[in-house]
């Protein structure tokens, strides 16, 4: 009978990224602290509209024309091209030559999504490598469409340094035509980026073992406050794989404007240039090709994307001046992030902290990879009510004057009791 069709569904556990919001909400102490999510804060540990977010929305609310239609299916042409103008760059040899197909997503994960789906519908056999570690919902996404993940070393916590060797080995050794999900910048959740030397090593060899880079771009201008600086990784690519293979870029306007629950975001394919007298189909036929895929996969899922986010996305990116103010509101953040790194770091120097701190300052954009084991970070959320991610990765946006000391304290504090405790080292 279907009556018990439901009956033996199993319950799982909760997100546990989620979950700690919801403990921090019933926390009834006073001084507590959310290093958990990766969401910006300004210095009264408060979500921040940007200005030219603002602004833009101004702006289209006082035109007669705004209103709630439907987007097309491949969502507003204007954030399309303009994300894909930032991203790759204005004077862009792939877009010059027409190479790229972007469709709007919802935000970052809505594009990986879109990828994921597009790479198992074609390419079922493909193996998708993350970085260990990497954002959890990485595996969900690419396993949830049936694709095979394994992994790439990229974290060398003895050293809290990239390990490169390692990195490059995995690209040797894995199957040629895998897919290597490359995080452009701002690693999450180690807050560690490849230098630009090692960028041209890391891609070099994709090039050699035949690899389909994916980039997860979802703090470009967050790391450096500069768009360019922190696209440096997807343009060498672009450029290094027009003649080898295509490219997938997944693109977040989620912390870069600020526009987290808009779920604004985009996916660009970007196709290689054809071997020169090969007799196959030209470059327009395989872009339209694709745009056609792309429409029928966010046709069946969402229909069409969301607007409001997305206008509000656009008209920043084609308006001079809201691009200036924007540009100006991701230095604003970025700075911001920068100075609570310091100011952490001097503190726990200060305290004399068992340990070496400075990864904290060589680290950039939301997280910081702190090094503090599980059970530190269980005891700084119920001795001192610093909640982070049970990895010891910290939301270094959740930090502000009012709240580091306190935070440094608690470090201090549970650091020395499992010194103590157990003589663990950092
Ligand atoms: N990729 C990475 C590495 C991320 O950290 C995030 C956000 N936490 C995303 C993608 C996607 O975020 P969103 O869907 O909010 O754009």
Not at 146 to 156: C, F, R
Not at 212 to 238: C, E, I, M, N, T
Not at 262 to 288: F, L, T
Request: charged share 20%.
């Amino acid at each position: 009978m279907s009556r018990t069709l439901l009956n033996s569904i199993e319950e799982l556990p909760g997100d546990a990224l989620f979950a700690i919001k919801q403990r921090l909400a019933e926390d009834p102490r006073d001084v507590k602290v959310d290093l958990g999510i990766g969401a910006y804060r300004d210095n009264n540990g408060k979500p921040w509209v940007l200005p030219a977010v603002r602004k833009a929305e101004t702006l289209i609310h006082a035109d007669p024309s705004f209103n709630h239609e439907y987007l097309g299916i491949n969502g507003l042409p204007g954030l399309t091209s303009g994300a894909a103008r930032i991203l790759l760059g204005e004077t862009s040899n792939a877009l010059a030559e027409k190479r790229v197909v972007s469709a709007q997503s919802l935000s970052g994960t809505g594009a990986l999504h879109i990828a994921a789906k597009f790479i198992s519908k074609f390419f079922p056999e493909k193996v998708i490598y993350l970085s260990d570690p990497t954002w959890a919902n990485h595996v969900s996404i690419f396993e949830s469409q049936g694709l095979k993940t394994a992994t790439y070393p990229y974290w060398d916590a003895a050293t809290k340094s990239l390990n490169l060797k390692g990195f490059l080995k995995a690209i040797e050794e894995s199957p040629r035509g895998s897919v290597f999900v490359l995080h452009a910048c701002a690693h999450n959740p180690t807050g560690l980026d490849p230098s630009e030397s090692e960028w041209v090593q890391i891609l070099d060899a994709c090039v050699k073992n035949d690899i389909v880079p994916l980039f997860d771009s979802a703090y470009q201008g967050f790391a450096s406050g500069s768009l360019d600086k922190d696209a440096y990784a997807v343009r060498l690519g672009v450029s290094k794989f027009a003649e080898s293979a295509p490219i997938f870029i997944c693109q977040s306007f989620a912390k870069n404007v600020g526009m987290y629950g808009e779920r604004c975001g985009c996916i660009h394919i970007v196709v290689p240039r054809p071997e020169a007298g090969s007799s196959g189909r030209d470059v327009p036929q395989i872009a339209k090709a694709i745009t056609s895929q792309l429409s029928k996969i966010t046709r069946s899922e969402v229909s069409n994307p969301p607007a409001y986010g997305a206008k509000i996305v656009s008209k920043i990116l084609n308006d001079e001046q809201l691009t200036a103010q924007w540009h100006e509101d991701m230095i604003t953040m970025s700075q911001r992030i920068t100075k609570m790194r310091h100011s952490l770091r001097d503190k726990l120097v200060e305290l004399g902290t068992p340990g070496n701190w400075d990864h904290i300052v060589n680290q950039c954009g939301m997280f910081s990879y702190t090094g503090l084991t599980k059970q530190m970070v269980e005891r700084l959320e119920s001795e001192h009510a610093v909640y982070m991610v049970a990895s010891g990765r910290a939301s270094i946006a959740g930090l502000n004057d009012n709240n580091v000391e306190h935070v440094a304290k608690a470090i201090d504090e549970v650091v020395r009791h499992f010194q103590s405790s157990s003589s663990s080292k950092l």
